[in-house]
């Protein structure tokens, strides 16, 4: 796996098939600056998937993560566990830490709509 960086935006490559082809599975990383603050996602399937990991800890670091929960059950927000291979690739980019053994990954529209729902909590928007 290379990482290769074009300004603040790296892509991890997808394996390609004999015809150039992605293989169902694969995935792309790279960064996104939402709120002002550059994240790590995958693109997977054509969905932006950020790590919830980061999201709390560099997005909303100065609200409760209880309160981020209920946000999330209120908004029928559900996250997803990443595999071993997204997991992998979420470290080589440093949006989960090192010796993290699992990760929760949510899409793009979903943390969009936290994002929206949480303005009114964070004494920085």
Do not use: W
């Amino acid at each position: 796996m290379f990482l290769t960086c074009e300004g603040t935006f790296g892509i991890v490559p997808a394996t390609m098939d004999y015809n150039g082809q992605a293989r169902p599975g694969d995935f792309h990383a790279g960064y996104q600056e939402i709120e002002g603050i550059n994240l790590g996602y995958l693109q997977i399937n054509g969905t932006q998937m950020f790590a919830l990991a980061q999201v709390l800890s560099d997005l909303f670091k100065d609200i409760p993560r209880t309160t981020i929960s209920k946000k999330m059950e209120t908004l029928k927000i559900k996250s997803r566990r990443c595999d071993l291979k997204e997991l992998r690739t979420l470290k080589a980019i440093n949006s989960v830490p090192t010796r993290a053994v699992k990760c929760s990954l949510i899409s793009k529209a979903d943390l969009e709509a936290l994002c929206t729902s949480c303005k009114s909590l964070s004494p920085r928007r």
